[in-house]
């Protein structure tokens, strides 16, 4: 494999410009940002943290490898046309692109959760319409737009399919099928392999617990993940989304930056 390495932003113990130096100790590559929730006035909206961010990267060394839109929890991602919900979501997608962009993250990840989570057939219209328009706004600037949800793999196709545009593809976790839906996360991977983009999630934990366990220490098929994408010759990132500045995780150590340092190492060694 040629992959880099690297860790969410948002799952590191504490937060801000300064997570850049937790992943050079961490002897990663880089890590994704993500644009921020609207309780907080989604805060990569603000060029000044965008331009922060990129010289806490440059300073350290580190690269960052996507831009994530969790925010699509909270307000949903494909409401009807004509409506303030979807002006905000337009106004949303724009942003990610736009900072992806400026920071040279080449892929804006959507995620389909909470009350974007694709229900009815309707909802599934609506987000292969709103991502149609997101890809067009993206490829001006070279982006591609990703969908990650937990959708059986074959509808997860046809969403591909659907949307038709080069610069759009799957994001794949490696736990959220199994903790989600029970599904096997080998066998879904090895469905959407063909259809995903140059990132990726990795985590770990139980059927029952997101995010609760070492990497390769859970339930959910870590080692044998990394397995099928060294058998594949994946080519891109590999980010980690376990949550350090949580619980289980972050009740492992008194100091949650061990347990992020330790997590890094197995990381690194499961790539070599």
């Known amino acids: 494999m040629n992959v880099k390495l690297g860790c969410c932003n948002i799952c590191l113990p504490g937060g801000g410009t300064f997570a850049a130096e937790l992943i050079r100790m961490a002897g990663l590559d880089g890590m994704s940002l993500d644009l921020g929730y609207q ?27 996507n831009i994530g839109c969790s925010c699509y929890d ?10 303030e919900e979807y002006d905000l979501s337009i106004r949303c997608l724009k942003a990610a692109i736009h900072a992806a962009d400026q920071l040279d993250a080449r892929v804006v990840m959507v ?8 229900q009815t057939q309707a909802d599934f219209d609506r987000t292969v319409a709103i991502m149609r328009e997101a890809c067009d706004l993206a490829a001006e600037k070279g982006i591609t737009m990703a969908a990650e949800n937990v959708l059986p793999p074959q509808r997860q196709i046809e969403m591909v399919r659907q949307v038709n545009h080069p610069n759009f593809g799957l994001f794949y976790d490696s736990q959220n099928f199994f903790y989600n839906e029970g599904m096997d996360q080998l066998a879904v991977l090895k469905e959407l392999y063909p259809y995903l983009v140059p990132v990726l999630h990795v985590k770990d934990g139980t059927e029952t617990t997101l995010s609760a366990s070492i990497l390769g220490e859970g339930t959910s098929g870590f080692h044998a993940v990394m397995d099928y994408l060294k058998e594949k010759n994946f080519q891109g990132w590999i980010i980690n989304e376990n949550y350090y500045n949580k619980p289980p995780l972050r009740q492992l150590d008194i100091d949650p930056v061990a347990v992020f340092l330790k997590d890094s190492a197995v990381l690194r060694q499961a790539a070599e």
């Not at 010289?55 to 690269?63: E, V």
């Not at 995620?111 to 694709?118: D, E, K, L, N, Q």
Request: no cysteine; hydrophobic share 45%.
């Open 74 to 83: 909270f307000i949903p991602l494909a409401p009807e046309k004509g409506t």
């Open 39 to 65: 309780s907080e006035g989604f805060p990569l909206m603000s060029q000044t943290l965008i331009d922060m961010y990129r010289d806490a990267a440059a300073r350290n060394g580190i690269a960052i490898s």
């Open 111 to 118: 995620p389909m959760f909470g009350v974007s989570r694709i």
